[in-house]
């Protein structure tokens, strides 16, 4: 079936999510910050497509070196643009569940209109921020083989301290210390889907969060281009 795997495992995971959360534990609805209810189905789908993107792009391009290691050893070919390839080829299936997603959005009376246009600003922010992320990772990778197993860890746990499956904002009602999440850049993500989504604000009622994951977004880019630069000489030696 080829490439349908990589779509069949993410739905998989979003049917059992929903079983869990909204039959088992009998979670209809969720409420936005805005306390408005809405369906608990997209509200879970409008955060995990990003989350499935980012997860996949991470993993894939952490190991691209590895991967295309026969590419790195080639003094003609331009290794920089290996975990690009990577981050570029998941966005293909990332465009399938934002189109499933909203499909699914229209079922429920969310008709798409010009404010889903925001979706491409977001998928795009989520690209660069992931793509300079995999410069860093992919070229430590080749000199600690051990960040592997980490970043599946990491990831893990990742979708649990992102506000995918739960409100942050219920609990920032009782624990306000746990404003310190919404430094996770990933969060800025999720609530801008939901917010353009569910049409209930735009990116400039994102505030700080903005300027924020641009900041992070940046100085990741930047920290993951040199690193890339500085290293990448030993490559060829290593693998």
């Known amino acids: 079936f080829g490439v349908l ?6 739905v998989i995971i979003v049917l059992v999510y929903w079983f869990v959360f909204q039959i088992g ?4 609805t969720a409420e936005l910050k805005q306390g408005i209810s809405v369906p608990f189905v ?3 789908v409008s955060g995990i497509v990003p989350w499935f993107y980012f997860s996949e792009s991470l993993s894939n391009g952490t190991n691209a070196l590895l991967e295309y290691n026969y590419l790195v050893k080639k003094v003609v070919f331009n290794i920089d643009i290996l975990p690009l390839v990577k981050t570029i ?10 189109l499933f997603m909203l499909f699914l959005f229209a ?4 008709y798409p209109g010009l404010h889903t246009l925001w ?3 977001f998928s795009a922010c989520l690209l660069i921020f992931v793509t300079g992320v995999c410069m860093l990772t992919s070229s430590l990778v080749i000199f600690f083989r051990d960040l592997t197993q980490i970043i599946n860890i990491f990831l893990q746990v990742g979708i649990w301290m992102t506000p995918i499956m739960w409100s942050l904002e219920d609990l920032l009602a009782k624990y306000p210390i746990l404003m310190v999440l919404k430094l996770n850049p990933l969060c800025y993500i999720v609530y801008g889907y939901r917010a353009v989504l569910f ?3 735009s990116v400039a009622s994102l505030g700080w969060m903005n300027i924020y994951f641009w900041a992070v977004t940046i ?8 690193v890339f630069r500085k290293v990448k000489v030993h490559f060829a030696d290593v693998l």
């Open 5 to 10: 795997w990589a779509m069949v495992q993410p």
């Open 119 to 121: 979706v491409v600003y």
């Open 25 to 28: 534990l009998n979670n209809a």
């Open 219 to 226: 100085l990741v880019c930047l920290l993951g281009s040199h």
């Open 199 to 201: 049409q209930t604000g």
């Open 89 to 98: 080829a998941a966005l293909f299936i990332h465009v399938f569940f934002v």
């Open 42 to 44: 997209l509200w879970l």
């Open 107 to 110: 079922l429920y009376g969310y």
